[in-house]
T-cell receptor, first 113, second 110 residues
Framework: EAQVTQNPRYLITVTGKKLTVTCSQN?????MSWYRQDPGLGLRQIYY???????DKGDVPEGYKVSRKEKRNFPLILESPSPNQTSLYFC????????????FGPGTRLTVT | GQNIDQPTEMTATEGAIVQINCTYQ??????LFWYQQHAGEAPTFLSY??LDGLEEKGRFSSFLSRSKGYSYLLLKELQMKDSASYLC???????????WGAGTKLIIKP
């Protein structure tokens, strides 16, 4: 089944404790992206990757890191999480083609206390 | 700057028709998407328009006017399961990037 998976789905952590949210897709997509979603603000892009070893900042990259060592994986790293990073996070992937439709993972709800 | 506007919330009755509008001002344009998102779940793709006109897909239709920077999503024969947020997104010219609206929360009443 074609899908984007994220882990963990839910995470409660404390300020300053490094964490990684994994994202993996099995559709051989070139493009992958991380978003955060907060009430009233919609989806805001954190980082994106056009292909292996190619990453770039989105609209809200501060406090986050990413890597793209393999085509299928695109982990999101919070080196020192803070309470303002409490949010719902989505990973998405897309390939070329007419619609460039983005496929989303199920989401990771992160709470930083 | 880049801007996408949608109503924050709309209410409609089961069995009726509702139109959700989206206006956009972007530096480039390479297509407009509509996604549906149920509370706490991932967005799922509904429609894509790149040329002016109406695209129909079952109970859902999407319209685009590039000259007016305007799109709408039309939902017919509303069902309770259509209660969700509807997100409008514009793809910038020449790349994969999507610019997202804040979404319209649609409430369906019996």
């Amino acid at each position: 089944e074609a899908q984007v998976t994220q882990n963990p789905r839910y995470l409660i952590t404390v300020t300053g404790k490094k964490l990684t949210v994994t994202c993996s897709q099995n559709m051989n997509h070139e493009y992958m992206s991380w978003y955060r979603q907060d009430p009233g603000l919609g989806l805001r892009q954190i980082y994106y990757s056009m292909n292996v070893e190619v990453t770039d900042k989105g609209d809200v990259p501060e406090g986050y890191k990413v890597s793209r060592k393999e085509k299928r994986n695109f982990p999101l790293i919070l080196e020192s999480p803070s309470p303002n990073q409490t949010s719902l996070y989505f990973c998405a992937s897309s390939s070329g083609g007419r619609t460039y439709e983005q496929y989303f993972g199920p989401g990771t709800r992160l709470t930083v206390t | 700057g880049q801007n996408i506007d949608q109503p924050t919330e709309m209410t409609a009755t089961e069995g009726a028709i509702v139109q959700i509008n989206c206006t956009y001002q972007t530096s480039g344009f390479n297509g407009l998407f509509w996604y549906q998102q149920h509370a706490g779940e991932a967005p799922t793709f509904l429609s894509y328009n790149v040329l002016d006109g109406l695209e129909e897909k079952g109970r859902f239709s999407s319209f685009l006017s590039r000259s007016k920077g305007y799109s709408y999503l039309l939902l017919k024969e509303l069902q309770m399961k259509d209660s969700a947020s509807y997100l409008c997104a514009v793809r910038d010219a020449g790349n994969y990037q999507l610019i997202w609206g804040a979404g319209t929360k649609l409430i369906i009443k019996p």
